[in-house]
T-cell receptor, first 114, second 112 residues
């Protein structure tokens, strides 16, 4: 079975541009979460979606937005890119929400801002 | 405010011996804990989890221990194998809030 797939794998943008990252969850998984990982740190929570509804949002500015589609895939959008947005963006999926549901991660999108 | 702490940035262990990775947390609302392994250029891979109603959970060579009074958990890997060399992240969540809070990771190196 395919795991969580993310596209693109690498992306280079310049300051002020906009970016869209995409994620397909494991088949049957209805919850998708997004995390940002900068070098030397653990992943930081950005958003969680379940059944197309936002379930949680981390401490990120409004430049960050996301949505989940009827097929449970998801997009993360970042506007007005800053140098500090350079990071690995990870998508994770789980069967549902609630305890005992581990999140499974994709390999991420490496975003570099010049 | 680092709510999940992994105070050892790195650990080296001889092949065949036991590896013990430690994690401390400060948020008493956390009640579900997970360990992930991460290789370079890959996403974190789920290893094992434990709920706060338990103090131990085993899966093959991996055992996680939870000490709620000390707000401490540990991951034991025995016997350690070269393929275990990776960065290990501890993560936690609170009931009703599936957001994972991660530690900063421990780089484990298994010496052949």
């Amino acid at each position: 079975d395919a795991g969580v797939t993310q596209s693109p794998t690498h992306l280079i943008k310049t300051r002020g541009q906009h970016v869209t990252l995409r994620c397909s969850p494991i088949s049957g998984h209805k919850s998708v979460s997004w995390y940002q990982q900068v070098l030397g740190q653990g992943p930081q929570f950005i958003f969680q979606y379940y059944e197309k509804e936002e379930r949680g949002r981390g401490n990120f500015p409004d430049r960050f937005s996301a949505r989940q589609f009827p097929n449970y895939s998801s997009e993360l959008n970042v506007n007005a890119l800053l140098l500090g947005d350079s990071a690995l963006y990870l998508c994770a999926s789980s069967l549902a929400v609630g305890q005992g549901q581990p999140q499974h991660f994709g390999d991420g999108t490496r975003l570099s801002i010049l | 405010d680092q709510q999940v702490k992994q105070n050892s940035p790195s650990l080296s262990v001889q092949e065949g011996r036991i590896s013990i990775l430690n994690c401390d947390y400060t948020n008493s609302m956390f009640d579900y804990f997970l360990w992930y392994k991460k290789y370079p250029a890959e996403g974190p891979t789920f290893l094992i989890s434990i709920s706060s109603i338990k103090d131990k959970n085993e899966d093959g060579r991996f055992t996680v221990f939870l000490n709620k009074s000390a707000k401490h958990l540990s991951l034991h890997i025995v016997p350690s194998q070269p393929g275990d060399s990776a960065v290990y992240f501890c993560a936690a969540s609170a009931w009703g809030n599936e957001k994972l809070t991660f530690g900063t990771g421990t780089r484990l190196t298994i010496i052949p």
